[in-house]
């Protein structure tokens, strides 16, 4: 699946869509309106992307980084074509022992334990990701807007109804990109 970002300049949304879509936006932004400040999000995160904006566009879209879900590839102990890398784990005694005693030892047995545990909690997880999400994008977008702290707090309550109440008399894309991040956990 491909990640979404969307850029703001204050409180007016420029664009949306991949990075390399909604960072050429941002740049033909600062080449008209040099005093302009966007700033990119990342949808699923609710992070700022730090963009270099220096040189020209095709510069600045191959200075881009990278947008996929891998990690950079990293040299060491473990199994570098199957993409395992060695890290240390801190467990008591009593716990070494029990994975010891597991059929395929330590390594088989954790990696059955997270599995398990990350298909259990795969919901739990997504709401939780998009609610810290939301709460970065509305702090950053909204927090000096009227009705933040109440409106932070019914999202957190999941008071659907109260929330879009509050949201009601934002900027109209400040509300309506903060809804959107707030509908995967306010309809969960």
Same mark, same amino acid.
């Given at each position: 699946?491909?990640?979404?970002?969307?850029?703001? =300049?204050?409180?007016?949304?420029?664009?949306?869509?991949?990075?390399?879509?909604?960072?050429?936006?941002?740049?033909?932004?600062?080449? !008209?309106?040099?005093?302009?400040?966007?700033?990119?999000? =990342?949808? #699923?995160? $609710?992070?700022?992307?730090?963009?270099?904006?220096?040189?020209? @566009? &095709?510069? +600045?879209?191959?200075?881009?980084?990278? @947008?996929?879900?891998?990690?950079?590839?990293?040299?060491?102990?473990?199994?570098?074509?199957?993409?395992? %890398?060695?890290?240390? +784990? @801190?467990?008591?005694?009593? &716990?070494?022992?029990?994975?010891? #005693?597991?059929? $395929? $030892?330590? #390594?088989?047995?954790?990696?059955?334990? +997270?599995?398990?545990?990350?298909?259990?909690?795969?919901?739990? =997880?997504? +709401?939780?990701?998009? #609610?810290?999400?939301?709460?970065? %994008?509305?702090?950053?977008?909204?927090?000096?807007?009227? $009705?933040?702290?109440?409106?932070?707090?019914?999202?957190?309550?999941? *008071?659907? *109804?109260?929330? &879009?109440?509050?949201? *009601?008399?934002?900027?109209?894309?400040?509300? =309506?990109? %903060?809804? !959107?991040?707030?509908?995967? %956990?306010?309809?969960?």
């Amino acid at each position: 699946m491909p990640l979404n970002f969307t850029a703001f =300049d204050g409180t007016t949304r420029l664009a949306a869509g991949s990075l390399p879509i909604v960072a050429e936006r941002c740049k033909a932004l600062l080449d !008209s309106e040099p005093n302009a400040s966007p700033i990119i999000y =990342d949808d #699923s995160t $609710g992070r700022p992307v730090d963009v270099d904006y220096r040189g020209t @566009t &095709h510069e +600045v879209l191959a200075r881009l980084p990278a @947008t996929d879900d891998a990690p950079a590839a990293r040299r060491g102990p473990g199994r570098p074509k199957l993409g395992v %890398v060695a890290r240390e +784990v @801190t467990l008591l005694p009593r &716990h070494w022992d029990w994975l010891a #005693s597991q059929p $395929g $030892g330590a #390594s088989v047995a954790l990696r059955r334990l +997270v599995e398990s545990a990350s298909r259990e909690n795969l919901d739990a =997880d997504r +709401v939780r990701q998009a #609610s810290e999400a939301v709460d970065r %994008v509305m702090l950053a977008l909204a927090g000096n807007l009227a $009705g933040y702290e109440e409106a932070s707090r019914a999202f957190h309550r999941r *008071e659907a *109804e109260r929330f &879009h109440a509050l949201t *009601e008399a934002w900027p109209a894309d400040v509300r =309506d990109y %903060v809804r !959107s991040l707030a509908a995967v %956990v306010l309809h969960a």
